[in-house]
């Protein structure tokens, strides 16, 4: 499974890309806005910390705005990927982007019906927002469950489905059992992975015990 970050703290995206366990990085216009920086510049400076997909999405809601915007992103780095609505306009959008080489993912997804749409407008990724359903009352990870049997009967499908709106590291590994492509979570889930309190306490141990030998491996 490949693991984006989704902020647009460029600081964050670099001491998280120093592991060497980020794919890619989703962005969004309340991201960026939470950021405080002007979008296309924190977009150029991500891209070049990240080899993988960086998503920078568009704002205007019809097709020949969405368009022109779309363009002007994608000119930024090679590894963008235009993120547009699931939309009538929004999909439209998609295809004339993926047909000029771009990668487009396809957000705000909330059923699996519109993921179906996204797959036959040849999306790059497919964003289903697990987070926001389950604040409904609803289960995020059922329509994962959804997607992903959905799109196994039909292998000449290439959109991936990238799990976003990822709440903590129960939806990751949610994710990862039932073989979705990629989830993109906030920077505290990311490094919430790491932890286990049995290894704190583990290698705290072995480092006291380590102590008392008087040794040194270097
Ligand atoms: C990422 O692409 C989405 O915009 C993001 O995961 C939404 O997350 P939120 O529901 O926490 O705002």
Redesign the pocket.
Known sequence: MKFFV?TADVAEIKDLAASGLLDGV?T?P?LIMKSGRPMLEVIKEVCAIVPGPV?AETVSTDHKKMLEEGRKLAKIAKNVAVKVPLTPDGLKTCKVLVSEGTMVNV?LCFSAAQALLAAKAGATFV?P?V??LDDIGQDGMYLIAEIMTIFRQYPEYKTQVLV???RHGQHVLQAAKLGAHVS?MPPSVLRGLFKHVLTDNGLKAFLDDWAKTGQSIL
Request: charged content about 15%; cysteine-free; aromatic content about 8%.
């Open positions: 989704d989703t969004n309340s998503s957000t964003s927002f987070g926001r976003a709106s990822v993109t």
